[in-house]
């Protein structure tokens, strides 16, 4: 079952806001994932994140794997209308072969 | 370079009619997976096959079945669709050593 407890669900924030997203879990992860869903597309990989405490930046997006490995953070900064979509946090376990499990999205909405 | 490629992008199916749903890559990844989305609930693992001629039940296998035709290929067949497995279904692929998985536009299944 669901194993990663993404929050918030939805947010509706201004432009030029920044927003922070998470994703917590009981369990320990090796991997943590950030994706981007758009409407009527399939997931698209914003950041990697590999070892513990790791703190990745990619543009206006930066990302941080918890230092307990049983949490994550997406935070993106100044946004702009195109950073509407549905966001997903995604955590490899241990021993999963590879296998992803994926929180239940955060919706952003941006209003200009 | 097309990356995942998934037909059809959208099928309507009566209850209990079958059919496959195709995936190919051409990044010469060795692991591919069938994923299903459905509101609210992020993505969840239906198949997995970590290597051509190997495959291996995710978390909500019943109901469907994969072949792995080729390092290529890799297809989800529905033998009798139920209206349960109504979801949005995509595939995704990952190289060898890598947790990164890249993704399908998706295909938008309805069983009435």
């Known amino acids: 079952g669901q194993q990663l407890n993404q929050s918030p669900q939805s947010m509706f924030i201004q432009e030029g806001e920044d927003v922070s997203m998470n994703c917590t879990s009981s369990s320990i992860f090796n991997t943590w994932l950030w994706y981007k869903q758009d409407p009527g597309e399939g997931p698209v990989l914003l950041i990697a994140l590999y070892k513990a405490g790791e703190l990745t930046s990619n543009g206006r997006l930066t990302a941080q794997f918890g230092i307990t490995r049983k949490d994550s953070f997406l935070n993106i900064s100044a946004s702009i209308p195109s950073d509407v979509g549905i966001y997903f946090c995604a955590g490899q376990l241990p021993g999963s072969a590879r296998q992803l499990t994926f929180g239940s999205g955060t919706q952003l909405t941006v209003l200009p | 370079n097309a990356g995942v490629t998934q037909t059809p992008k959208f099928q309507v199916l009566k209850t209990g009619q079958s059919m496959t749903l195709q995936c190919a890559q051409d990044?010469?990844?060795?692991?591919m997976y069938w994923y299903r989305q459905d509101p609210g609930m992020g993505l969840r693992l239906i198949y997995y096959s970590a290597s051509e001629g190997t495959t291996d039940k995710g978390e909500v296998p019943n109901g469907y079945n994969v072949s792995r035709l080729n390092k290529r290929e890799f297809s989800l067949r529905l033998e009798s669709a139920a209206p349960s497995q109504t979801s949005v279904y995509f595939c995704a692929s990952t190289d060898r050593g890598n947790t990164e998985a890249f993704f399908g536009q998706g295909t938008r299944l309805t069983v009435v």
């Open positions: 990044m010469n990844h060795n692991s």
